[in-house]
């Protein structure tokens, strides 16, 4: 037995699954000896409700959480978001899945009931005594806190017994700073259908995916070309890792075993892989409205943003409701930085270290890796829920040492939506400058396009008339 913080006597905690169009709602009671609050990783919370440090409650307090969830369907997660705690609390136990369910993936066929399969990845120090040791050096704050054994869904030396059907992994890298290039020791192929933000627009095929703390991948492997008996070892393969020395395990790229699964029984099913996997919402380069610079750099023994530590009263910038803005990710220092922003999704949009992104690097994300030396540039859009947030690198150590900063999302002004058959006025108070309509077919999953027409001032707001001729349409405002 090994001391672990539990939540409801479980490590991980207890997987949450809600459907989209749901509401989600929770007690938090905190029995520990220490502060406490849970961040919902990948889930476009309200403010009050995502987790900011700010928002921790003290030993033996509990505080409520409850929003909708109106995303699309995507595996998420929570966990500890402790002011200079995180890493410490999420190492010892306080996390686990949280898995939003989407009626429109139904049509898909994908794999479901017991060959839709979540595996929460970890790694963790483990004594002579066999404890869970988390006493991290100056050295392992610097590179991050590095395991010696690896643990599946809280198990060490895991296995699992499948059929020679086709099986939907959900994999959560939930380790404090190991990345792990996801594999199976034999070269077998799979294919990725998914990242943090859900489902991508169709598979790819891969023989292995990068997976960094935080991230998620979905992906589909066929164990029909096995032979009933037979088994096969999902690793982390080797790979070039940047980065200091490793106080403990393995080093950073180190090869190391996930899971071992065994194909001991023929198929009962008949899912196969889809050739497309739905609509997707890309987001363009030509619609941002602004490039920001973040340098991520080494300063004094800790790592920095743009040259300063994590201070909670200060919001370092504003975000303009809605806007599609480029963040430029700068990594100046020989450490890899998986950087995480709350209350948002981006997309990829370029690497410099080579020219054709990845699978994984497709879709919709929360979490993207900046390795040591590189610069990466994402397409991000802050459109769900105004308020201060912030983003930070989310290995854990980094962030615990002041890798973080604060932004805010500024809030849009009331649009007045008035309908009289097929005409639509709509309307925004006149002190609000600078706004422009756009419109979509869906209130979600479908691209929002900017309205030519010109406002006029009537009655002390702007006003524009449109004629939904073509059906009705959906409405918002986003800075012009």
């Known amino acids: 037995m090994t001391d672990v913080l539990a939540i409801n006597g479980l490590v991980p905690g207890p997987t949450i699954r809600v459907r989209r169009g749901e509401d989600f709602s929770a007690r938090i009671l905190n029995n520990l000896d220490q502060p406490l609050v849970l961040h919902w990783h990948g889930i476009l919370a309200p403010e009050r409700m995502d987790g900011h440090p700010r928002d921790q409650v003290a030993a033996g307090r509990s505080y409520q959480v409850g929003f909708p969830v109106t995303q699309r369907g995507a595996t998420c997660w929570y966990h500890s978001h402790t002011d200079g705690l995180t890493g410490k609390q999420a190492y010892a ?99 990725v259908i998914g990242t943090d933000g859900g489902l991508l627009p169709a598979p790819a095929d891969v023989a292995s995916v990068m997976l960094a703390p935080g991230q998620r991948i979905e ?95 200060r919001v370092d910038f504003s975000v303009p409701f809605g806007d599609v803005e480029i963040w430029e990710y700068r990594n100046l220092g020989d450490e890899p930085h998986p950087m995480h922003a709350h209350a948002g ?5 370029s690497r410099s270290t080579t020219a054709v992104l990845a699978p994984e690097d497709a879709g919709w994300k929360d979490t993207v890796l900046v390795n040591a030396g590189e610069t990466v540039r994402i397409l991000t859009r802050f459109d769900s829920h105004a308020g201060v947030f912030v983003h930070h690198c989310h290995n854990l150590e980094h962030e615990d040492s002041g890798m973080m900063q604060n932004f805010e999302v500024l809030s849009a002004p009331s649009l007045k939506i008035e309908r009289q058959g097929t005409e639509v006025r709509l309307s925004w108070p006149e002190a609000a400058t600078g706004w422009g309509l756009e419109s979509s077919a869906k209130a979600s999953g479908a691209p929002w396009e900017s309205l030519t027409a010109t406002p006029g001032i009537v009655s002390g707001r702007w006003t524009v008339n449109v004629n939904e001729v073509a059906g009705v349409r959906f409405y918002r405002l986003a800075k012009s």
């Open 93 to 191: 136990g306080v996390a686990g899945l949280f898995v939003i369910e989407d009626p429109a993936e139904e049509s898909l066929g994908l794999p479901a009931g017991d060959h839709d399969v979540p595996l929460v990845l970890t790694d963790k120090r483990v004594s002579a005594e066999k404890q869970i040791v988390y006493a991290p050096s100056m050295m392992d704050l610097m590179s991050g806190y590095l395991g010696d054994v690896m643990l599946v869904n809280g198990t060490p030396d895991a296995w699992l017994s499948v059929d020679r059907g086709l099986y939907r992994f959900r994999l959560l890298n939930g380790s404090n700073a190991r990345i792990c290039k996801v594999g199976f020791a034999d070269g077998h192929p799979f294919q």
């Open 219 to 313: 992906i589909l492997v066929d164990f029909s070309g096995y032979t009933v008996g037979s088994s096969s070892v999902l690793r982390s393969l080797p790979f070039a890792a940047g980065g200091g020395m490793s106080m403990g395990g393995p080093a950073q790229g180190s090869a190391l075993d996930l899971i071992r699964v065994f194909v001991d029984r023929l198929s009962t099913g008949n899912a196969q892989v889809p050739k497309s996997l739905g609509p997707f919402a890309a987001l363009s380069a030509a619609d941002a409205k602004r490039t920001r610079v973040f340098t991520l750099a080494m300063s004094g023994m800790v790592h920095t943003i743009n040259g300063q530590l994590f201070d909670m009263q």
């Open 345 to 349: 999704q981006c997309q990829v949009l």
